[in-house]
């Protein structure tokens, strides 16, 4: 009954490769994020979709695309990782349209790039 | 500029001890503030909200408050058990757009 799933929670990946990153959520939320996560814990906003909708894309290299086949799901994928990439890559999901509603996180995908 | 200021950046208390954790924010116009506990290896989990009107708000061993005035809150923890040893992140929302503005956090270590 997992509310925010992403896979994988590990990934380790040498310098020049392509990944992806999936993330589904079960809660019939219509936004859903990506957040970076650096190594002093700072959780930055990368891309938000409502509605399948990009709604906000901050200064994100373009080799970062997302892709929202649906509602439900938002999976991120990345062209030629760079070392500066490693970090943890959180999913989340809220309402857009009600006060209040909370952000959902799912638990994290750990990218390293060696 | 809008932004988020938590205080320690770290601490470490004895298990049964009280603390308190401080967020200035200086976001506007203010919407909301929400505190997140992060456990090492999860994603942030949301403990409580305070909006405008609200200056204090309890969730078990968790007191939230707000002064809205001076842009400040705090997260009272009592009695800290083993398992509040987390990672705690402020976060404020404006009331235009889905904007939601990060702390940089606080971490917490409970000791035996």
């Known amino acids: 009954d997992t509310a925010v799933s992403q896979t994988p929670k590990y990934l380790v990946t040498q310098m020049g490769n392509d990944k992806s990153i999936k993330c589904e959520q079960n809660?019939?939320?219509?936004?859903m994020y990506w957040y970076k996560q650096d190594s002093k814990k700072f959780l930055k906003i990368m891309f938000s979709?409502?509605?399948?909708?990009?709604?906000i894309n901050e200064t994100v290299p373009n080799r970062f695309s997302p892709k929202s086949p649906d509602k439900a799901h938002l999976n991120l994928h990345i062209n030629s990782l760079e070392l500066g990439d490693s970090a943890v890559y959180f999913c989340?999901?809220?309402?857009?349209?009600?006060?209040?509603?909370?952000?959902?996180f799912g638990n994290g995908t750990r990218l390293t790039v060696t | 500029k809008n932004q988020v200021e938590q205080s320690p950046q770290s601490l470490i208390i004895l298990e049964g001890k009280n603390c308190t954790l401080q967020?200035?924010?200086?976001?506007?116009?203010?919407?909301?503030l929400r505190w997140y506990k992060q456990d090492t290896g999860r994603g942030p989990v949301s403990l409580t909200i305070?909006?405008?009107?609200?200056n204090t708000k309890s969730n078990g061993r968790y007191t939230a408050t707000l002064d809205a005035d001076t842009k400040q809150s705090s997260l009272h923890i009592t009695a800290s058990q083993l398992s509040d040893s987390a990672s705690y992140i402020c976060?404020?929302?404006?009331?235009?757009?889905?904007?939601?503005?990060f702390g940089t956090g606080t971490s917490l270590t409970v000791i035996p």
């Open positions: 976060v404020v929302s404006p009331n235009t757009g889905n904007q939601f503005y």
């Open positions: 809660l019939g939320h219509d936004t």
């Open positions: 305070m909006t405008f009107s609200e």
């Open positions: 979709y409502n509605n399948k909708e990009l709604i």
């Open positions: 967020c200035n924010y200086t976001v506007s116009p203010f919407s909301n």
């Open positions: 989340a999901s809220s309402h857009l349209d009600r006060d209040f509603s909370p952000l959902h």
